[in-house]
């Protein structure tokens, strides 16, 4: 009787880790539907990116709230690990996958390898592409996009000369933001550069030091997020130029740019609520529900006037 209980309070045994209920499960993979434990995992893609930071803290206030278990694993922005801390989630026995891709290509593999094992999937922020998962939750970056070049647009007329400095490739929000960007830029703008900075502060500092040497008359940048905006912001003050920078994600940096007249605009996002409703879908799915197969979360214009 003793060992039994030993037993039973050690499967029970939770960790606290950022104020989420977070619990290991030592179960093998293999496991139908049915016997899933009801844990939920959380792949998100980098935590070196203070969005998805808030995102994952939506997702774990939800978690505590519910009174649901959740693991989050951050994949460094590594593709490779990122399929293995999928792998290693599903050997865990979750019955719910969150995932934010690093890659919307290169996860479709370990996604429907887990969807084969009896696990619902729902993705944040970014889509999963080739798998029809159970629900994608995200912010329309097109719109978004949008909204931040027509604030260029706005602001300085049409015509000027702009750069582009673009998320990582492959990432559906990269593509997305990409393409509501040139929806406008295309027919009312002139784009003379457009690289990637990878979603990175000193990548997009460097970018844009170097775009600013090859186009001396560049009048704004629109950043796909706003790491690579404040980048751009450092690039910009270093050459002691007078360029319009707009970002994407209203961070806490980048409003505090913006409120300082060093940024013009970012595109506000609510990552916090894209972890909390990603997290209540999950417990619906996990308790036979059904969800819609697409939630947009909607996105602002933040400007000096309203951030």
């Known amino acids: 009787m003793k060992k039994f209980i030993a037993f039973v309070l050690s499967a029970l045994t939770v960790f606290t880790m950022s104020g989420c209920m977070v619990t290991i499960d030592g179960e093998g993979s293999g496991s139908s539907a049915s016997e899933k434990s009801g844990a939920i995992g959380l792949s998100i893609s980098t935590q070196n990116n203070p969005f998805f930071v808030t995102l994952a803290e939506g997702a774990e206030k939800a978690a505590q709230d519910l009174g649901v278990s959740l693991t989050v694993v951050d994949a460094g922005d590594d593709v490779t690990k990122q399929v ?77 000369e702009v750069a582009e400095l673009q998320g990582t490739p492959g990432a559906s929000a990269a593509i997305d933001r990409g393409e509501g960007f040139h929806n406008i830029a295309d027919e009312k703008l002139n784009v003379v550069a457009s690289q990637t900075a990878n979603f990175d502060r000193t990548e997009g500092m460097t970018v844009m030091e170097n775009m600013l040497q090859s186009n001396g008359n560049i009048k704004a940048v629109f950043a796909a997020n706003d790491e690579m905006a404040l980048g751009a912001v450092e690039a910009v003050a270093g050459a002691g130029k007078d360029i319009l920078v ?15 007249g060093r940024m013009g605009a970012t595109i506000a996002q609510q990552p916090d609520l894209i972890g909390q409703t990603a997290v209540e879908n999950a417990v619906k799915l996990i308790n036979g529900e059904t969800i819609e197969k697409s939630i947009p979360v909607e996105v602002t214009l933040i400007t000096k006037d309203n951030a």
């Open 84 to 160: 293995s801390d999928i792998e290693d989630l599903v050997s865990k026995n979750i019955s719910v996958l969150i995932v934010n891709p690093v890659d919307s290509d290169a996860v479709t593999g370990a996604v429907q390898a887990a969807m084969d094992q009896g696990v619902k999937v729902i993705s944040v922020d970014r889509a999963v592409n080739g798998v029809d998962i159970d629900c994608q939750i995200a912010s329309d970056n097109v719109a978004g996009a949008e909204l931040a070049t027509q604030y260029i647009v706005d602001t300085l007329g049409e015509g000027i």
């Open 246 to 260: 707009v970002g994407f994600d209203a961070t806490d940096d980048a409003i505090a740019a913006i409120k300082a």
